[in-house]
């Protein structure tokens, strides 16, 4: 999907999209705010107008990746079957108009041409035990990493919620950068480190094995600590120098890689400390912010009306929407999920009237299982007797109904980035409040890391740095 770049927005720029997001999402809230399992229940159907239901109905699920998310398959030119409502086709405009571009300045990633699970970019020690994606992540984090730390002299990176500490260990034995990682669970740090001396040993090997690569300087693995990290005050071991400098004091370098709800939040916090002159941060998990505290932190978007973000719009914009209009234009069984849990609502509701929404553990092969014996399987699983008699022609109606529930979660979603854009713009807005310099870039392909803007801020200028970092290494 296009977006507006905040590279090319200045700061009343960004201040006037904030006043343009709450506006719409406001007009827009009802579908926001809906729980697609609800869509029998509170007949979310006859929510949306008229003649968008008419132009919706009947769709397929590639023809609403197509039409709807704008998202055509390969090759495919957009035709419409009917002429949609303005109203229609103006939502569709303005969620691509108002949210930040994810597209970063490559298509697909380069370093997967040869093999789908190896990175080409990253030599055999450093892909051992890490995933495709967390290879493409590390690789492109890290060094957007050194470079920021290059331009601002840092003299030591802190790595937040660092987990198994795979971005840690490409950050440090991998490009040479001092690094303290910190974890708030013991048992990762305890894995991170016997994964740091697993990489060591391999390193030494492929050194002997190559006697022409030389080291040419002393590898330090990343020093690890095991703290939670309070987002509602100041971390003193976060800000700890490794080692004194030899002039002046520390120079430090804020990352986190996916940290998760109000860590972000944290970093962010810990930016206005003088011992922090750059920060690398990718956040996640919104829903997990906390509110109030972690939404929102600057003044302009408080002073918004309309900029409220419940728990269901902050889960909803954590959905992928590439990996969602790829399994559309599959048309794959597994889209008949949300339609099945939809229906077995009903069915839970007419039992037990209070219990609403409650959680249902994953069904395994649900696409193979009939509606019958989906719900039966869900009413066990919610604590209810699954012999309960079923009226079965309900439950055929409700499947029927199957492509108008993938087209309203279809609409959700395609409102889904404005509200990640009003999160990180409120962020980007926080920072300028306090005198800082702070942009968002797309970072990771979409496809494979769907939460791919990472938040750069520094205490002085960009300027040209801003394309450097933005460049995809040769």
């Not at 509170?42 to 197509?66: F, H, M, R, V, Y």
């Not at 303005?86 to 571009?101: E, G, I, Q, R, Y």
């Not at 087209?407 to 009003?422: D, R, W």
Request: include cysteine; glycine fraction near 6%.
């Amino acid at each position: 999907m296009p977006g507006i770049s905040a590279r090319g927005l200045s700061h009343e720029g960004r201040k006037q999209l904030a006043v343009n997001l709450t506006r719409v999402l406001a007009l827009y809230r009802s579908i926001l705010d809906a729980y697609i399992i609800e869509f029998f229940t509170d007949n979310l159907w006859d929510t949306i107008p008229c003649s968008w239901q008419e132009a919706l109905d009947g769709l397929k699920p590639p023809q609403l990746a197509t039409m709807l998310l704008g998202m055509p398959g390969e090759g495919e030119v957009v035709r419409y079957r009917s002429v949609w409502p303005l109203t229609l086709l103006a939502l569709k405009s303005t969620a691509c108009a108002l949210a930040f571009t994810r597209m970063p300045g490559f298509q697909t990633p380069s370093e997967f041409l040869e093999n789908p699970s190896q990175s080409s970019r990253l030599t055999a020690p450093f892909r051992k035990h890490v995933r495709p994606k967390k290879q493409h992540e590390i690789r492109r984090l890290g060094e957007l990493v050194k470079k920021l730390s290059d331009f601002t002299g840092c003299t030591q990176v802190v790595d937040v919620g660092s987990g198994q500490g795979h971005l840690s260990r490409f950050m440090a034995l991998g490009l040479g950068l001092m690094v303290k990682s910190i974890e708030g669970d013991q048992r990762l740090v305890e894995r991170a480190q016997r994964l740091d001396q697993e990489l060591l040993q391999a390193l030494e090997k492929e050194e002997k094995r190559n006697p022409q690569v030389v080291q040419t300087s002393p590898r330090h693995s990343p020093h690890h600590v095991v703290r939670w990290v309070d987002p509602t005050a100041l971390c003193e071991e976060l800000l700890l120098p490794l080692e004194n400098p030899c002039q002046g004091r520390a120079r430090l370098l804020l990352t986190g890689l996916h940290a998760c709800g109000d860590l972000s939040v944290a970093l962010l916090r810990h930016f206005c400390c003088p011992e922090v002159v750059a920060l690398a941060s990718v956040g996640c998990c919104y829903m997990k912010l906390s509110d109030p505290g972690g939404y929102p932190l600057s003044q302009w978007v408080a002073g918004l009306p309309g900029y409220e973000l419940p728990y269901r719009l902050r889960e909803g914009a954590c959905h992928a929407l590439e990996e969602y209009a790829e399994r559309l234009q599959k048309a794959g069984p597994g889209l008949r999920t949300h339609c099945y849990r939809a229906a077995l609502e009903t069915v839970i509701r007419r039992a037990r009237p209070e219990l609403r929404r409650p959680g249902v553990q994953g069904i395994p092969r649900v696409h193979e299982l009939k509606i019958e014996e989906y719900v039966q399987r869900g009413l066990q699983r919610v604590g209810l007797d699954p012999q309960l008699p079923l009226n079965l022609a309900a439950l055929q109606a409700h499947l029927a109904q199957e492509n108008r529930v993938v087209a309203f979660f279809s609409l959700a979603l395609l409102l889904a980035p404005l509200v990640e854009t009003l999160i990180l713009l409120d962020r980007l807005l926080y920072l300028q409040e306090q005198g800082f310099h702070a942009e968002l870039l797309p970072i990771f392909s979409p496809e494979l890391s769907p939460r791919n803007l990472v938040l750069v801020a520094t205490k002085m200028p960009l300027g040209q740095a801003l394309s450097v970092l933005e460049t995809e290494d040769s």
